[in-house]
């Protein structure tokens, strides 16, 4: 197994070097990691957040471990050249339509958890994220002046049926596959885009008459997701509500640094990374939580190479590191992020 490693910016080199710690540990000889640079870190070295090089690394590999893009020394540069545009670039290349986004309260986290007693224990939910469409890639988009000469920026939110119908139907099967329902969550009062959506949604719900299936207002759904978000199983959303709500719906488990992700496409391809950003703030201090890279690592043994008994062995021992008190920061320790590694890694054995 290849896995092209492509650990980033800021917090990513530390989150990610605790990830392939663990997976090494649990596949040992069989895996072998292939670095590439991407983001600011690769800017700097070649004038491109995502190289050629890098891209075709991507390509060629059984799976991606991404730690994260984001620099400040970069706010500057025009989008284009932007780290941020490096994982874009990779999701749109590759295809990877599907953004899974697991939010589980682990019950020994449950006093970490902002929403204390009023969080169900159990929680555990998938958002379904579509990811290669929505405003972040319609055109137009630009900067201009108007008709009063004014600047304006202006960005276009645009789906096609395709991409409806395909990731309704991922957002169908995972909810099949678990408790049967599916929430989808839209903003079809007032967007087209969103009215779309709805309509191809109850088409593809169709094909699935043993799912149940609900849906409900962005703005709602980001109220319910604080007050209640046991009420949810799967949520099929697009790319810019799905990103803000599992944002959210990761500070109601705990600690954004908890949550994984994979990025599927069609043949099975995948990236795995941590939900959360760069962290500027904590890069380098070794504050980071890892344990959302770890768990990525473990959704990419289960989506990508096959290996559930692997992930599960990996998603166990995060279990039992935080029944045993393992806390870094964010979750109201002092443990350093290798120190949270090593807790795993104790775990595991
Ligand atoms: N997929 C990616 O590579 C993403 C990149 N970004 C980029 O990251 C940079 C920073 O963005 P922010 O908005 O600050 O979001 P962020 O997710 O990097 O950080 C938000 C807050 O959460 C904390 N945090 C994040 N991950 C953590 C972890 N593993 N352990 C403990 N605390 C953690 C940070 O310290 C910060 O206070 C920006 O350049 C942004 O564009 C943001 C989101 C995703
Ligand atoms: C390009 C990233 C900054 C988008 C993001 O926040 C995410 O995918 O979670
Ligand atoms: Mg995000």
Redesign the pocket.
Same mark, same amino acid.
């Given at each position: 197994m290849r896995i092209a490693l492509l650990a980033g910016d800021g917090i990513g080199p530390e989150i990610t070097a605790e990830a392939v710690k663990i997976l090494k540990a649990v596949v040992s000889q069989e895996i072998e990691f292939d670095e590439a640079l991407i983001g600011g870190a690769a800017w700097k070295v070649t004038g491109s957040p995502l190289p050629e090089e890098t891209l075709k690394l991507c390509k060629n590999s059984d799976a991606i471990l991404f730690g994260s893009v984001?620099d400040p020394e970069c706010d500057h540069l025009e989008r284009a050249l932007r780290p941020?545009q490096a #994982?874009?670039g990779l999701r749109k290349e590759l295809d990877l339509f599907a953004n899974l986004r697991p939010a589980r309260l682990f019950p020994e986290l449950q006093a970490e958890s902002p929403l204390k007693e009023n969080i169900v224990t159990g929680t555990d939910l998938m958002i379904v994220r579509e990811l290669t469409g929505d405003v972040?890639f319609g055109t137009p988009r630009g900067q201009r002046k108007d008709d009063q000469n004014r600047r304006e920026g202006f960005d276009t939110m645009r789906y096609n049926e395709d991409e409806v119908k395909r990731i309704a139907r991922i957002g169908f099967e995972t909810a099949r596959s678990r408790s049967g329902n599916l929430c989808s969550i839209d903003k079809s009062n007032v967007l087209e885009t969103s009215q779309l959506w709805r309509t191809v949604v109850l088409e593809i719900a169709q094909e699935y008459p043993d799912v149940e299936l609900s849906h409900m207002y962005v703005d709602n759904a980001a109220m319910q997701l604080v007050r209640a978000p046991d009420q949810f199983d799967v949520i099929v959303t697009g790319n810019l509500f799905g990103?803000i709500l599992?944002d959210l719906a990761s500070a109601c488990v705990g600690s954004i640094g908890l949550l994984p992700s994979a990025s599927l496409n069609s043949e099975g391809k995948g990236l795995y990374e941590p #939900?959360h950003?760069s962290a500027p703030d904590i890069a380098g201090l070794g504050k980071a939580n890892p344990l959302a890279t770890i768990l990525s690592g473990a959704m990419m043994l289960r989506y990508s190479l096959k290996r559930e008994a692997d992930a599960d062995r990996i998603e166990k021992a995060v279990s039992t590191a935080l029944e045993k008190g393992a806390r870094t920061a964010d979750l109201g320790g002092k443990m350093t992020t290798s120190e949270m590694g090593n807790a795993v890694l104790a775990a595991l054995n």
């Open positions: 984001g941020e #994982i874009l972040y990103d599992s #939900i950003g």
